[in-house]
T-cell receptor
Framework: SQTIHQWPATLVQPVGSPLSLECTVE??????LYWYRQAAGRGLQLLFY??????ISSEVPQNLSASRPQDRQFILSSKKLLLSDSGFYLC???????????????FGPGTRLTVT | GENVGLHLPTLSVQEGDNSIINCAYS??????FIWYKQESGKGPQFIID?????DKRQGQRVTVLLNKTVKHLSLQIAATQPGDSAVYFC????????????FGKGTMLLVSP
């Protein structure tokens, strides 16, 4: 079966500090990977998506960046966090060798980030 | 992308009632819709999906209805249970193949025992 992991689960960081959130998928190969941010009581905002190693598409210009160093690893980073970066960050995957549905995205457990 | 919005931010029902959560979309080119359930502090979970060439699709205790004439999507939950309490999101995509999803703002469903 396929699983998706995110860590850390929660994070409290001061303004101006760097950020690194990691997402990994198991049980499939060559998935599409997505990073979303969700503000409290709001919907999901797509930040980045990747269709393969080293391929990153940015949906929203901001001080965040994403990288995909390995097929099943997706990293969200920032050099200097802003207060507005606080939120619930979700990673999702779709497709790959074990998922014939091309639209259904599977979400990870999320990382709660608080910037102080 | 186009906006996908929800009419009701909060819906309160009694246990055993049927619940209906609505969603309006503005892009008639959307060809696939999904409903997700998100419990507090967790990632969204897939509930049910429907393609634009269908009007209705049923799952276990859930039914999704699609009205393309008025660009309206609804999720019906039969015999609502306290465990159904969560935020429900609709999402739409316009592209074929692997694609990005545009999510609505969400509706909070509160089920009282």
């Amino acid at each position: 079966s396929q699983t998706i992991h995110q860590w850390p689960a929660t994070l409290v960081q001061p303004v101006g500090s760097p950020l690194s959130l990691e997402c990994t998928v198991e049980g499939t190969s060559n998935p599409n990977l997505y990073w979303y941010r969700q503000a409290a009581g709001r919907g999901l905002q797509l930040l980045f998506y990747s269709v393969g190693i080293g391929q990153i598409s940015s949906e929203v210009p901001q001080n965040l960046s994403a990288s995909r160093p390995q097929d099943r690893q997706f990293i969200l980073s920032s050099k200097k966090l802003l207060l507005s970066d606080s939120g619930f960050y979700l990673c999702a995957w779709i497709g790959g060798t074990h998922n014939k549905k091309t639209y259904e995205q599977y979400f990870g457990p999320g990382t709660r980030l608080t910037v102080t | 992308g186009e906006n996908v919005g929800l009419h009701l931010p909060t819906l309160s029902v009694q246990e055993g009632d049927n619940s209906i959560i609505n969603c309006a979309y503005s892009n008639s080119a959307s060809d696939y819709f999904i409903w997700y359930k998100q419990e507090s502090g967790k990632g969204p979970q897939f509930i049910i999906d429907i393609r634009s060439n269908m009007d209705k699709r049923q799952g276990q205790r859930v039914t999704v209805l699609l009205n393309k004439t008025v660009k309206h999507l609804s999720l019906q939950i039969a015999a609502t249970q306290p465990g159904d309490s969560a935020v429900y999101f609709c999402a739409e995509t316009m592209d074929s193949g692997y694609s990005t999803l545009t999510f609505g703002k969400g509706t909070m469903l509160l089920v009282s025992p």
